[in-house]
């Protein structure tokens, strides 16, 4: 079995200050063992989004530490922009890359919560995954009415009260929704067509949300500057539906429109056992396993 | 850019006295940082192949006290077996896995070449990418008249002398041909077919020899026991003929004999880059590149 690793994706309620941000970020790069992938900063949502991995203890204690100086740095009651927030760390969700499942993740969540709780003074909600109750499985739920609604909504509505700590917010950093979820890939095909309605019928034919495929998010637009329309996706589980599945479906539809796949890309990053797995389906290698990867047996000390 | 890593798959001429097997097998993972992959022994053949991996000094360092101790335990006086040979140690190639070029391989290989001359007192030919002269890259003309025939041959013909140490070979463990060359794939297809013709037709259009794919060796057969036709292969340069372009080519020969494939399978282990580049060219994804594998981003130490 491979060492356990997991992802860390949190988002942080201040996307123009870069002192406080770049303060976040040495928070997570002060803990040996976690490597930085990504930080990206909206103004006009003043939002920003770090993504870091690494040994699950250490991903961790990564992100308390970011915790920690976000809800020292950031004060919701002085905060605007135009993406819905609950606290200064507004949600922080562990994801399982290699070597852990997601309901590991999960209990690694609560961990995670309860020292939030004890160490910052921030009240915690679970969600997704790690959600003790099924009106906080999904963020949006948790989210409703925002840091200064769900302030006020605390005070009275036993059922929008903390899963751990409060039950009133922090005054100036609010509640961190802190969870566990898979592995969501951004996922895009370019059609060899500028008619963007074939791209948006094919969206509406394979997404779940009409029907179609388990797990996949999607939408057709046009990609001006190339002249293509695009099939635009979000993967919420490769491990339910897995990418060559994704592109097999649009392939044929696009086929059923007489239009053929000029390229496809992941956005941003991609766990190995995603791209591993959709060779071996495309090559009908039933037998696969990733142990019959040379680097595979090296890692585990074969 | 990743850690180089290289294997080397070295063939003993002793495939029945376990002992010696044990012994030469031993030899390689005395060497720390190596990693023990594979071993198999054919008693016909009178002959044994071990797998190993792991950082280019560390295997060569491995391939010697290997090759001294097949020369110290077997006498081809004595040896008899269906396989042809040449020395106790008889072939030790090195193969690039990863962050290292078949031309550092072959840098490596002459090393190891001068190394068993000065400690085993071995001498030493260069075949494939590590020949040294135009009469040496293949393993076969190297070969010729085994070690009985060769021991006398460098008697009288200076074309066939060692490339290092000699001109006579060693009384009792002969030569030993060291080089570099790439990784060889082994993948098979199944057909969906009992006509084993039609097997046999579709090697003959995909191998290189009749002037199908390049570095591509292909036979047709009959699994008795499935009751399929399969094409089986060798891939001997994954970088010039990747798998994907094999299994599209003989999917699109079945496909003129009406026959679907049933499964495909790599025998043995391939490196991980041929099963990712793989899973790109399916997908038609054009700006994949190793970084965008999470995981690749953490073994750099971003």
Known sequence: VAEPLIECVPNFSEGRDVGVIDAIAAAVTSVAGVSFLHRTSDADHNRSVLTFAGAPDAVAEAALRAVEQAARLIDLRHHQGKHPRIGAADVVPLVPIDGISLKECAALAHALGRAIWET????????????????????????????????????????????????ALHPSAGA???????????????????????????????RASSGGLDCVKAIGLMLEERGQAQVSMNLTDFEVTPIDVVFRAVEREAARHGVSIARSEVIGLLPRRALEQAAAHFLHWDEYSPGRVLENRLSNGL
Chains 1, 2 share one sequence.
């Open 120 to 167: 910052v003074h921030v009240p915690v909600y679970y969600y997704e995954a790690a959600a003790l109750r099924p009106q906080c499985r999904r963020l949006e739920d948790v989210r409703r009415g925002q840091f200064e609604g769900l302030s006020k909504a605390v005070e009275t509505d036993e059922a929008r009260r903390p899963d751990v700590g409060g039950p």
């Open 176 to 206: 961190v929704v802190v969870g566990a979820r898979q592995f969501l890939i951004a996922y895009n095909i370019d059609l060899n067509t500028q008619d963007v309605s074939i791209a948006k019928a094919i969206a509406r034919a394979i």
